[in-house]
């Protein structure tokens, strides 16, 4: 699975979160305004850029981005090696992830976030012969909420969980909420910046061939981030400091776009996080 952004989609959110005009940018670069626009737009120039001086102005690290724009990926991981975690993608023209994680004894399963289509979820429930006791919500942009009217049909007992304020006190995620999913325990972190309501799920109490997952929603992609501006750029930036990079370095990171990846890759490979 490819990147969600290429180097180009890196510099355009972090100049837009920034505020700086693409003729500044360009400038920087050393580009014309219609090669930068390209780079922006491809990820790819017919001319090096000015990493260094970019990355300066944008607050990003540039060797980080410069390794971005030659190709890196993280680690390549089949997911179906751990037995109680799935990667389901969907896409309508844009591809959106939703993960389903269950305990192998009980059968008991909590899906996060629902992506454009309920079938192959539904798919991957009586494939496993599962029974779907939550639903969480990273936050509301429609991609990851397209399906929910559907799979609240066809399991209208499920637990909805959200991080909105807007939403029934009941399906709300609290300060210190947890719940125990068979041997599986599930807690919440404020992941606000992207999105107001946005929350990553972390699961532990895995068995040894799996670490712990977070799923991120868009807070955070491999390589990248979710697009803010102005203050909400940096609130993104210090919930994915303090909210995730504190999880051990060896976390999986699922996120709502792209490949899955770690903690300690995008300590490493991030341009965001110099």
């Known amino acids: 699975m490819s990147l969600e952004d290429h180097a180009g989609d890196v510099l355009a959110k972090a100049r837009g979160g920034w505020g700086v005009s693409a003729e500044e940018a360009a400038r920087l670069a050393g580009l014309s305004l219609g090669d930068y626009a390209g780079l922006e737009g491809t990820g790819e120039c017919s001319r090096r850029p000015d990493w260094a001086a970019l990355a300066a102005r944008l607050g990003l ?3 980080k981005l410069e390794r971005v724009a030659h190709g890196w990926l993280p680690e390549s991981r089949d997911l179906t090696r751990w037995r109680e975690l799935r990667q389901i993608a969907t896409n309508e023209g844009m591809a959106v992830n939703c993960y389903l994680v269950w305990d192998e ?3 008991e399963a909590a899906l996060f976030d629902t992506g454009w289509d309920a079938r192959p979820v539904f798919e991957e429930i009586a494939r496993h012969s ?5 639903l969480f919500i990273t ?3 429609s991609d990851h909420v397209a399906a929910l009217r559907e799979i609240r049909e066809r399991f209208p007992r499920v637990k909805l969980h959200c991080g909105s304020a807007q939403a029934p006190v009941d399906q709300r995620n609290r300060p210190n909420d947890f719940l125990h999913l068979g041997s ?5 972190r404020l992941t606000p910046g992207h999105a107001e309501d ?7 109490n895995w068995p040894d061939d799996a670490p712990h997952v977070a799923i991120v929603g868009d807070a955070l992609f491999a390589g990248s981030m979710g697009r803010a501006a102005g ?6 930036r210090r919930a994915i400091r303090e909210q995730i990079f504190s999880l051990p370095t060896e976390t999986l990171i699922c996120p709502g776009h792209g490949p899955v990846t770690t903690v300690g890759e995008e300590q490493a490979n991030n341009p965001f996080f110099p």
């Open 139 to 141: 936050h509301g942009h």
């Open 130 to 134: 599962l029974g779907l006791k939550h």
């Open 198 to 204: 946005g929350a990553t799920y972390v699961v532990g």
């Open 61 to 63: 690290d540039a060797a």
């Open 231 to 236: 203050a909400t750029f940096e609130t993104a």
């Open 105 to 107: 004894a009980t059968r």
């Open 184 to 188: 599986l325990r599930i807690t919440h």
